[in-house]
């Protein structure tokens, strides 16, 4: 019984998944179809990868066929090999990314313990804002911290300092200074007055 080596050759071309092939002969001309389909890969452009088609002669296809095949065949099983690790990758990736924003948010939620210092700060600063809400600027003003008792907040604290007095009378620590009254010009009922220049009543009037 005669054998072949078809089988042998085929066995020896490095691919992955269902080697479909048909043949067409049209006279003494011969139409062959190659389609690899791997069904391990869940990447719907593999849908996109033409069958390769070999034309000619049973003698020429013989002589020539698995040189032909051997190549692209292999390059389109890795192409479907690398779709599918690409498609598992990214969805480790997803999954990661899931768990990674799932432990920030946690983390962001839990509030950092806070030591003394940094504790009197934020009471100190909400005092002020309460006081300012209230239009107690001058009150507000006088609870917010000293830039020197948080060098790292100094700005902060200046730039809050500075904001607050801008809303009261710049003299932060006298009393306010009364404002000067004005005398309106003398009127008509003025002019009738019994003083003189002086504001001592004329003696001449009244007689």
């Not at 983390?107 to 107690?136: R, V």
């Amino acid at each position: 019984m005669a054998t072949t080596n078809f089988f042998a050759h085929a066995a020896a071309i490095p691919f992955e998944g269902c080697l479909n092939m048909t043949i067409r002969k049209d006279g003494e001309q011969l139409t062959v179809s190659l389609l690899l389909q791997n069904e391990g890969c869940g990447d719907t452009a593999k849908a996109h990868i033409p069958p390769l088609i070999l034309k000619g002669t049973a003698k020429e296809l013989c002589e020539g066929f698995f040189a032909a095949i051997t190549e692209p065949v292999a390059q389109a099983s890795a192409l479907l090999v690398n779709m599918e690790q690409f498609l598992k990758g990214q969805e480790a990736a997803k999954k990661h990314s899931a768990m990674e924003k799932k432990k920030t948010d946690k983390a962001e939620k839990t509030p950092a313990p806070a030591d003394p210092k940094t504790a009197k700060y934020f009471e100190a600063m909400a005092k002020a804002d309460a006081l300012e809400a209230e239009g107690k600027f001058r009150e507000a003003w006088m609870k917010v911290p000293r830039p020197d008792e948080f060098p790292e907040k100094a700005d902060e604290l200046r730039k809050r300092r500075a904001s607050l007095s801008q809303k009261f009378s710049p003299d932060l620590f006298g009393a306010e200074q009364p404002t000067t009254e004005q005398r309106e010009p003398n009127t008509d009922e003025d002019a009738t007055d019994d003083r003189n220049a002086e504001g001592i009543p004329d003696e001449g009037q009244g007689e």
